[in-house]
């Protein structure tokens, strides 16, 4: 630390010694080495959990680019140690190991303490020492880091193999840089070592810009599916018929309405159509001649493959109790023809009542973020998404992005699907496709509640599913609040209750869609909003505030047990009034 040389690899540098980091880096290893954080919303720094400095910067070479400027609040740790930590942390809680999580963490943050403590007094220290020693020894190491450099040039070696990154930089700068005079007698011995790292530093090299032409070529032929899916849509009979304006448009849009259920990249490079393009050495000239010569067959492999998973899906959702098994009817702007021209299990798919629940999870070891498919579930939004496409970066990250979705982990969903026939109808469009009703956009409003603006189809459903759930949660008798008066409570999504049957969703115009949204906007959730849901839904005329409504959005058991308390002392004096009264 206190030589003029970097602490991570040994070539000479004139940056300042860290006191933070307790490291002198040169440019290239600030580059390699260190990792932006943020200290204002990384744990990693607000916890001290690990070194981290803002004297150590990577320089940018382009300032001038707002890409290349730090945000505020930048500090630099050694990528090592962040992954380390991260990793112990994610360990910890993949093994739910709070209590040892917490530990390490302590032990982390006493470290950070003790070296904050050192600090000060370290960078006082450093500037003292530094003297006029280190000029001495940096001409002898200049000078002989400039003979080897000639000699190596006459071995026939070039300065890109003389290039070396990461660690692989450290052996050749020691050699390189080391404070000794270069006698012949130190050159023939250090000649073989500087040979030997040449030589693998090359190969390495070659690697590299093999897997550099590969990805080259991966990314071309990306490319080239991506446009051949959003030039051609299976569903376009669909989309033709529905007002969604034009459909020359909307495919040249990088996002069409509905995704193209479509093979990732991945899966399409084992093909044998496409596999000798990713292996062979062609240049991506060549590649692309060669996609376009294939396009027929590379089509037709698309076509297989959507029929499989097709085919599969309709096997998961298996057959529709009392249907008709043959004939699958999906209306399109009321008109059964116009879904004709598309295969059955397309037309059974699309049915806006084909709804499919993920029923197991992929075992992936990485997906610890499952998220699972959008709710309502509908092919092909479980299958592809529009933005799908290959992700070259680390291969580690990228499965989830790039991996294909197993179909057969799908099945039906009966639960939404009940709700769903109802909705549709009360719309009076039992055959109608999701496909057509979410091209009908923000037009649909819940029939029994009140606080419901405008939403698509989807919203819609999802708006019935998420309330008859948490009326489950409501009503589970092992969730009641201990009190001695029960509160009234109201299902109005009841889909079952005989007596309301008030329609579950209505469809609006366009221009009335607009209105309401208008109206509710300005509106809110106001004092009015709170009266007439505790009168709707609660049966209470004269609502008091801390019994029946109030501002504390955070219970905390205290406060719970205290509002238990009040609302029985307001209903025993209610009752004694009445009593009383009579
Ligand atoms: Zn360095
Ligand atoms: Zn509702
Ligand atoms: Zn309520």
Not at 263 to 287: I, N, R
Not at 289 to 305: G, M, N, Y
Not at 359 to 387: K, W
Request: proline share 5%.
């Amino acid at each position: 630390m206190f030589s003029k040389s970097c602490t991570e690899c040994g070539a000479r540098t004139t940056a300042r010694p860290d006191v933070y980091l307790v490291a002198r880096l040169c440019t290239l290893c600030r580059y390699t080495e260190l990792q932006e954080l943020n200290s204002k919303t990384d744990e990693l720094v607000k916890l001290d959990l690990v070194c981290y400095t803002s004297d150590s910067r990577p320089k940018r070479d382009a300032p001038e680019d707002t890409r290349y400027r730090y945000t505020k609040g930048a500090v630099f740790a050694f990528k090592w140690e962040v992954q380390e930590a991260r990793e112990a942390q994610q360990t910890f809680r993949k093994n739910d190991d709070e209590a040892s999580l917490a530990e390490w963490e302590e032990d982390r943050r006493a470290a950070a303490q003790a070296r904050h403590k050192d600090t000060h007094q370290l960078s006082r220290y450093i500037y003292r020492v530094t003297g006029s020693r280190e000029d001495e020894l940096e001409q002898i190491k200049e000078q002989r880091r400039t003979t080897i450099f000639e000699r190596l040039k006459t071995l026939a070696w070039t300065e890109e193999d003389m290039v070396f990154k990461g660690s692989e930089a450290k052996p050749w700068n020691a050699l390189l840089n080391a404070p000794k005079v270069l006698t012949e007698r130190v050159w023939t011995n250090i000649l073989p070592q500087l040979t030997q790292m040449l030589a693998d530093n090359r190969e390495r090299h070659t690697a590299e810009a093999k897997k550099q032409r590969r990805s080259d070529r991966r990314t071309c032929i990306d490319r080239f599916l991506i446009r051949m899916k959003y030039t051609a849509h299976p569903f376009e009979p669909i989309f033709q018929a529905v007002p969604i304006g034009n459909w020359g448009k909307v495919l040249n849009d990088v996002c069409p309405v509905e995704a193209n259920p479509f093979p990732k990249t991945l899966t399409a490079l084992e093909w044998s159509c496409l596999k000798d393009l990713d292996e062979l050495e062609l240049s991506t000239e060549e590649v692309e001649a060669k996609l376009e010569q294939r396009r027929p067959e590379i089509q037709e492999k698309v076509l297989e493959w959507r029929n499989k998973v097709e085919r599969c899906l309709v096997e998961r959702f298996g057959p529709d109790l009392g249907g008709t098994q043959d004939e699958v009817i999906l209306s399109v702007n009321g008109s059964l023809e116009i879904a004709s021209s598309l295969p059955r299990n397309t037309r059974l798919l699309l049915r806006a009542d084909t709804l499919f629940d993920e029923e197991q999870y992929d075992p992936d070891p990485d997906g610890l973020l499952h998220f699972g498919p959008e709710a309502p579930c509908y092919y092909p939004h479980f299958i592809s998404r529009v933005t799908d496409r290959l992700d070259l970066s680390e291969e580690r990250y990228s499965t989830c992005r790039s991996k294909e979705t197993n179909p057969n982990y799908f099945g039906r969903d009966p639960k939404t699907m009940r709700v769903v026939k109802l909705m549709l109808q009360d719309l009076g469009m039992p055959d109608v496709s999701h496909v057509e009703l979410n091209v009908m956009r923000e037009r649909f409003m819940c029939g029994r509640c009140l606080d419901q603006e405008p939403t698509s189809w989807s919203s819609c459903v999802w708006h019935y599913m998420e309330h008859l759930e948490s009326w489950e949660r409501q009503t589970d008798p092992t969730r009641q609040p201990a009190i001695r008066h029960p509160i009234e409570i109201r299902n109005p999504h009841d889909i079952d209750s005989l007596d309301d049957r008030k329609p579950l969703i209505r469809l609006l115009r366009e221009e009335k869609a607009t209105e309401i949204r208008k109206k509710y906007k300005s509106l809110g959730r106001g004092p009015d909003y709170m009266r007439k849901h505790l009168l709707d839904m609660h049966n209470v005329t004269q609502p008091v505030e801390e019994i029946h409504y109030g501002r504390s959005n955070h219970w905390s058991s205290e406060s719970k047990a205290e509002w238990n308390e009040k609302w029985d002392a307001y209903h025993d004096a209610l009752e004694g009034a009445g009593e009383a009264a009579e």
